[in-house]
């Protein structure tokens, strides 16, 4: 078995602390061969843009100082040239962590080796339920023998879903499922369509998800590869509850997203008709305040990064403590079966 590259690059930390932007999405398409009911984030009519394209933002998002790339849709791996768009990313520009999110329909074992030859560091494959309806047909019964073959992959492996009414009840069994196979799982509440005004929250089963959610923080306590923060847990406790969270987003500042037409995006719900090669480092500065779409938000990643930022020392210090109780569980449940052997 290869060993996993590591998630954790000398020097990155210390972006907790700069004025320049860190953290980055592109969207390599926007063409997806699913249809969920809830995503705002694809358009079948729009064709793929060409890898130069792709190639000179990427280019760009790296000269602004960007370490970490994420590489969405759409669904990225219907983009004939992404095995390029990585190796361009990791090879020449040398982004510290390359990412990919896919629902891995479409990934074969020959596209995996390709990925991890080009330097890809971890692929996100989303999950919503174990089987598919008509709302989500991103089902671990589609993809779960996938998961198996990043076992001798360079690439780590992580999967995601949306927790909503029609998926609480079966996310338990995901994740079970996925966390006996050795891979790192998560599940993160739905959050609303501010693109198109739609409020998604609205038949969300409070107790069913506030018990999933207290699970996650158990499975999490004891050491288990639950992949969220015990901060972003935290904050969607809070929200299922109907508390508000303090923080400041840092969208648009040091986490910034570029669509499939390299426009600059806040994130995926706030969007511009900036184009990327026009913006300077400076001109992410004019982002560094609150938004008026910070109440209850569910832009996961911009929220976590956000927290990280805002407190830094306090934000790690709640999750390396969490580390050390979950590795003391670990070493106690250890010694316990070898007494039992």
């Known amino acids: 078995m290869k060993t996993k590259k590591s998630l954790i690059f000398k020097g990155d930390a210390a972006r907790l602390f700069d004025s320049r932007p860190w953290i980055a ?5 926007d063409q997806c061969n699913l249809d969920c009911h809830y995503c705002n984030e694809y358009d079948n009519n729009i064709p793929h843009p060409p890898l130069d394209d792709l190639k000179t933002w990427l280019d760009k998002i790296r000269s602004l100082g960007v370490t970490r790339l994420g590489l969405q849709g759409g669904e990225p791996l219907l983009h004939p040239n992404i095995v390029a768009v990585v190796h361009h990313a990791k090879n020449i520009l040398g982004f510290s962590k390359v990412g990919l999110t896919t629902n891995a329909f479409r990934l074969t074992q020959p596209m995996l080796q390709a990925l991890g030859e080009a330097g890809l560091d971890s692929m996100q494959i989303s ?3 174990m089987t598919p309806i008509p709302s989500t047909r991103k089902s671990l019964k ?6 198996d073959w990043f076992a001798d992959s360079p690439i780590r492996v992580q999967v995601s879903g949306v927790l909503s009414h029609e998926t609480v009840e079966e996310a338990y069994q995901v994740m079970d499922t996925v966390l006996a196979k ?3 799982v998560r599940a993160h509440l739905i959050h609303d369509d501010l693109v198109n005004k739609r409020t998604l929250r609205l038949d969300l089963a409070q107790d069913e998800l506030l018990a999933f959610m207290d699970h996650q923080l158990e499975r999490k306590r004891r050491g288990d590869a639950v992949q969220s923060s015990r901060t ?3 904050y969607q406790r809070g929200l299922i509850l109907g508390d508000q969270a303090e923080w400041e987003c840092v969208a648009g500042y040091k986490y910034f997203f570029v669509s499939a037409q390299g426009k600059f995006w806040l994130c995926s719900q706030r969007r511009t008709d900036r184009n990327i090669m026009d ?4 001109d992410f500065l004019e982002y560094k305040y609150p938004k008026d779409c910070q109440p209850g938000c569910g832009v996961y990643c911009i929220v976590d990064t956000s927290m990280a930022i805002n407190q830094p020392w306090r934000y790690l210090g709640r999750e390396a403590g969490g580390i050390l109780r979950s590795h003391g569980h670990r070493l106690v449940h250890r010694q316990q079966t070898k007494a039992t052997e």
């Open 142 to 147: 589609s993809v779960a023998h996938k998961i």
């Open 232 to 234: 972003l847990l935290g």
């Open 25 to 29: 999405h592109l969207y390599v398409t």
């Open 182 to 184: 050795g891979e790192r």
């Open 127 to 129: 999950v919503d339920r």
């Open 279 to 282: 913006m300077e480092v400076a």
